[in-house]
């Protein structure tokens, strides 16, 4: 099966949500999800992005199959940054190389647009997606700990 890996367009939102929302599903949090179609049509397509993506289409059924969803954030001791927020792919396609693509432009692209360095997080359980990362050069880092305030407060 030829997969194309592509950078996402508005046409693929509906898609990414669904990509979404089966992530949620498998990281047991499927109510967690408020993001919505509009809103990433705006943030990732208005004006002024927030986000840039890769998709992983089934050239010959035009499927999406899978998504790297991506933004910029700054570092006061790096420097400018990417931050990788999602990597998933369908069950259906894992052990097929769609993920490696996905990472791997990702990645690509992050050298080409002069990030100094390119940081994600994995769910401490999820040890497939451990032994997958494990395969480049990746610092696991357990020394800092997440922090999050949400607005508005559920």
């Not at 397509?45 to 998709?55: C, L, Y």
């Not at 647009?113 to 990362?133: M, R």
Request: hydrophobic letters at 45%; aromatic letters at 14%; charged letters at 30%.
């Amino acid at each position: 099966m030829d997969i194309l890996i592509r950078k996402a367009e508005a046409r693929d939102v509906a898609d990414i949500m669904l990509l979404i929302r089966e992530l949620a599903a498998f990281e047991r949090a499927p109510d967690a999800v408020l993001n919505t179609e509009e809103e990433m049509l705006r943030d990732g397509f208005g004006e002024q992005p927030s986000f840039e993506a890769f998709v992983a289409e089934v050239k010959d059924t035009g499927e999406v199959v899978g998504v790297s969803l991506f933004h910029w954030a700054y570092s006061t001791w790096k420097g400018k940054y990417m931050y990788l927020d999602d990597l998933y792919v369908k069950e259906k396609m894992r052990g097929q190389s769609v993920g490696k693509m996905l990472l791997e432009a990702f990645l690509q692209y992050a050298q080409e647009q002069g990030a100094n360095l390119v940081k994600w997080q994995v769910l401490n359980w999820n040890e497939p997606a451990i032994q997958f990362y494990k395969k480049y050069d990746v610092t696991f880092d357990n020394e800092w700990i997440d922090c999050k305030i949400y607005y508005p407060k559920p």
